[in-house]
């Protein structure tokens, strides 16, 4: 039976594009180089060098730079705090079990407080100790600590270098290129925003919208620091491009009050709606002014001062005015690469600095009892798979206490799981048993790797579980030991 040739245009590999394949050979590659050169220098864990590449697979530059060092400085700490509480704790297992549950929640709450790349550091170093340490229990010869913790440190280090390097041999597009588009995007979307937000009725897609638009501003927070790391210019326009996005937060917060002032007035003016859709109409213009944006809502000025409704709805609306065209100038001078000094702007806090501390701090509680819990269990009942139980229970502790929605984020957790065991037990028993040279394995790889790639950009709902399970891939598939077999390394 022959297939046919819109069936073959349906797969991944004929659906992609270049800029697809592009991304997907390099990530590749860069896998596949780091677990060679883990496999050459003889690593303890080769599968973390390639694993660590695959995490800082992103598209762009500033992307790769900034999550390379959230790693390494992630790891670092880590491999330190594994290596302070082990050394001096381990014949103790109750005061080890305390040590290690603190430090695991003291890192969640960390996680929880901070954001991007410093969340991210504390993140990775909860599961960086708890990979190191937890594995020791069982252990007679207190210098194997050592060894676990450098090779951890080593192979998260081969696994960057990987990736920088085929970064560079083949880039992608320009961290500055993306932002300026998302953030002209946004800046056109808020007035479609505006306009589907005034409208009278209430619905949940008013309610979705306005939370979608809020959240695409604190991703584009990220865009804005990977810009930052990848060119000099946009580190000169940091200061604007935070004001910018802290401007358009407050166009959303400002649409939320007008549309509340809308929906609460008994009486409004009978020509709002048609002032408001000229007004949207204008604001849309490249070249819109001040003075034809006050001519148009001029119709809508309170004639009675006291009527403190219509007054303070004025002067909302004035203020939306205002704060949009401030946007569209601040935009226009990022876009034509305007000379620092003749830009003008107030200083302002980072974007979502100020988090709920009562959470964060419940973050941390919840995990330091879970660990706690777990490991009390397992040393009461000298359960055998207690060091692998509590390293899994610290990493999802670590990762998914401070998502919004924990329940998916566990069920996205267990798919992985449970789609990574059978996996391994295929290429255990199935593969590995035949093959005794690294290069055969990398040949079994990289078709897979690259697939795994091309389906990640292609399906983005099931993006979350590609990036997890090359997350877990180095926790479950421990060097092929469990299967009796060690690859022989590249001459």
């Known amino acids: 039976m022959k297939l046919s040739l819109p069936a073959l245009r349906n797969t991944p590999w004929f659906k992609a594009t270049s800029g697809q394949w592009r991304y997907a050979l ?162 056109a979307r808020l007035l479609e925003h505006a306009s589907l937000l005034w409208q009278p009725e209430t619905t949940d897609a008013i309610r979705s919208a306005h939370e979608g638009v809020i959240g695409q501003i604190l991703t584009m927070n990220l865009l804005r620091i990977q810009a930052f790391w990848s060119h000099y210019r946009f580190r000169r326009q940091n200061a604007l491009l935070n004001a910018l996005l802290h401007q358009q937060l407050r166009l959303t917060s400002v649409i939320s009050s007008l549309r509340r002032m809308l929906l609460n007035w008994p009486t409004p003016p009978e020509n709002s709606r048609e002032v408001i859709e000229q007004l949207l109409a204008e604001l849309a213009k490249p070249r819109a002014d001040s003075y034809t944006v006050a001519r148009i809502i001029a119709p809508l000025r309170p004639q009675d001062e006291q009527d403190y409704r219509h007054l303070a709805f004025w002067q909302r609306l004035r203020y939306f005015c205002h704060l949009y065209l401030r946007s569209s100038r601040q935009l226009y001078l990022i876009a034509s690469g305007a000379p620092v000094d003749q830009i003008h702007i107030r200083r302002t806090p980072g974007l979502a600095r100020h988090t709920d501390n009562a959470e964060a701090i419940w973050s941390g509680v919840r995990t330091f009892c879970t660990l706690t819990v777990i490991g009390a269990w397992s040393i009461g009942a000298q359960w055998e798979s207690g060091p692998g139980a509590l390293t899994l229970a610290a990493i999802s502790c670590v990762l998914y206490s401070i998502v919004a929605t924990p329940f998916k984020s566990l069920t996205l957790l267990m798919r992985t799981l449970v789609l990574l065991s059978l996996f391994s037990f295929v290429v255990k028993f199935g593969l590995m048993v035949q093959i005794t040279d690294l290069w055969q394995f990398l040949l079994f790889l990289f078709p897979l790797f690259v697939t795994m790639q091309l389906l990640k950009l292609q399906m983005p709902k099931l993006a979350g579980l590609w990036g997890a399970a090359y997350r877990f891939y180095g926790l479950i598939h421990r060097r092929d030991q469990s299967a009796g077999v060690r690859l022989r390394r590249l001459p």
Not at 42 to 52: G, I, R
Not at 113 to 120: Q, R
């Open 26 to 187: 390099r990530n590749t590659i860069a896998m596949c180089l780091a677990l060679t050169f883990a496999y050459y220098l003889n690593l303890d864990e080769p599968y973390w060098a390639m694993t660590s590449a695959a995490v800082v697979s992103f598209p762009t530059v500033g992307g790769v730079i900034s999550k390379s060092l959230g790693r390494i400085a992630g790891s670092l700490l880590g491999a330190t705090a594994a290596l302070i509480i082990a050394g001096h704790t381990l014949n103790e297992p109750w005061l080890f079990l305390f040590s290690m549950a603190a430090w695991i929640g003291f890192c969640t709450w960390a996680c929880a407080h901070f954001t991007n790349n410093a969340a991210y550091a504390f993140q990775l170093s909860g599961y960086t100790a708890a990979i190191i340490a937890f594995p020791m229990v069982n252990i007679v010869e207190i210098t194997q600590l050592w060894d676990i913790a450098q090779a951890r440190v080593c192979e998260v280090i081969v696994g960057i270098l990987c990736g920088g390097m085929m970064m560079m041999i083949l880039p992608s597009t320009s961290d500055g290129t993306a932002l300026l588009t998302a953030l002209k995007n946004m800046h």
